[in-house]
């Protein structure tokens, strides 16, 4: 093959070695032209490289070839060329690998530089030892990703707008149909960072707290659930005080859950923090309850529950309390408020009337249809019918572990 030969294969590969060398920014030239060298005449003899290259210069072998392609082809993908192709493109900030999966960062760096300059497809695929084939693979496969994706983004939105601040494992465990349906396979993992690039990631609320615990140092009971479990619904009721903004005021939310079905059984809004509230809540529950024989009532050392009303309807039942003040102490209570105030509940209510609403909307959301993970991913209306142990599927972060209700109150 002479040089009438050559320069047609240079036009084949992208439109000749001369304008190729324009595509390299100053302080990477001299590797870009070998590396297009090296493309243009990869199918040459060494010799033939020797025509194209550095004229009477020594011969370069095809180690050193790909060892030069390799260096450039690393250099941009590092930032440094990439950088100084377009200063202003943010896709090269960072450490310079625009994309954190390996597979994809190659064909990032076609597309980016076939969008800065001219330059031959082919040419740029052989610089990174790709082939065309494999960019248009790469490509659909982005597609496809990118479809499947929005797919679920529509479904979490539809399930956003009964729950609205409902986190990812919920969320994932609730997906399994539609991903099922769908023949879309993804993991936790990938939806939480699907969710985070379309900004439907759930933030902690912080806001001030006003004190709902007021403890009764003359009336205490024993912790009597310190390593008790339940196997069947209304053994254990647990019951706590949690706040609602109303307007520019507080309004107070008693509550009563279910040790093992984490069902809320009873809940009174009340202006103050008079024993009424929790005894309008223990009504509630007592009602809708009758069965319960060996009831046990835990809660904090709050005086309210240390009330002549309160202690007087609860009969027989026997009265537990926290005795440290930990509120991991009632944990499953202080979790049911966290699940309430942080995926339920609005941030504020304009008046009662439309915070009871909002509240009686919210249990209704939390007993009937919100799965929880300490019953098997049941909703604790459906774990209210079941007996026997359920299966706990989340993971203890505390040092201390223990076996009984306070180590039970993840959701």
Same mark, same amino acid.
């Given at each position: 093959?002479?040089?009438? #030969?050559? !320069? ?5 590969? &992208?439109? =000749?070695?001369?304008?190729? /060398?324009?595509? @390299?920014? %100053? ?16 199918? #040459?003899? !060494? ?5 194209? &290259?550095? =004229?009477?210069?020594?011969? /370069?072998?095809? @180690?050193? %070839? ?27 900030? =960072? ?317």
């Amino acid at each position: 093959m002479g040089q009438d #030969g050559t !320069r047609k294969q240079q036009d084949r590969g &992208g439109r =000749g070695v001369s304008e190729g /060398r324009g595509i @390299a920014p %100053d302080g990477v030239s001299e590797a870009w032209d070998k590396c297009v060298d090296a493309a243009s005449m990869g199918k #040459g003899s !060494r010799a033939e490289r020797r025509v194209v &290259g550095s =004229g009477s210069g020594p011969v /370069r072998s095809d @180690a050193e %070839d790909a060892e030069r392609c390799e260096a450039f082809a690393e250099g941009v993908i590092r930032g440094t060329a990439a950088r100084e192709v377009d200063g202003d493109d943010d896709r090269c900030s =960072g450490e310079g690998a625009w994309g954190a999966d390996p597979k994809k960062i190659w064909g990032q760096v076609v597309a980016l530089v076939l969008e800065s300059e001219k330059a031959s497809q082919q040419m740029l695929c052989g610089l990174l030892g790709r082939s065309r084939q494999g960019y248009y693979k790469l490509r659909c496969r982005v597609e496809r990703e990118a479809i499947r994706a929005e797919l679920v983004i529509q479904e979490v939105v539809s399930m956003r707008s009964v729950q609205e601040r409902i986190g990812v494992r919920k969320v994932y465990h609730m997906l399994q149909p539609f991903l099922l349906e769908q023949q879309i396979k993804m993991g936790r993992d990938q939806l939480g960072e699907v969710m985070r690039e379309h900004g439907l990631l759930v933030r902690k609320r912080r806001l001030r707290k006003p004190r709902t615990t007021i403890s009764c140092w003359w009336r205490r009971y024993p912790n009597l659930i310190r390593d008790y479990v339940p196997t069947g619904a209304n053994q254990l009721w647990v019951s706590d005080i949690t706040y609602v903004r109303v307007g520019t005021r507080f309004g107070f939310l008693s509550l009563v859950t279910d040790g093992y079905s984490r069902r809320i059984v009873g809940y009174k809004l009340f202006r103050d923090l008079s024993a009424r509230g929790c005894v309008g809540a223990l009504r509630m529950a007592l009602r809708n309850n009758p069965q319960r024989d060996g009831l046990i009532h835990h809660s904090d050392r709050g005086m309210q529950y240390s009330s002549t009303e309160y202690v007087k309807l609860l009969g027989k039942a026997r009265i537990s309390m926290t005795e440290k003040g930990d509120p991991r102490e009632n944990a499953i209570a202080e979790r049911v408020n966290g699940i309430l105030k942080d995926e339920l509940l609005d941030q504020g209510y304009q008046n009662f009337k439309e915070a009871r609403e909002g509240i009686e909307r919210a249990v209704s959301i939390y007993n009937h249809l919100r799965p929880h993970s300490s019953v098997d991913y049941l909703t604790p209306a459906e774990a209210h019918m079941h007996t026997g142990e359920l299966k706990k599927r989340w993971k203890n972060y505390f040092s201390v572990r223990t076996n009984g209700p306070n180590a039970q109150a993840m959701a």
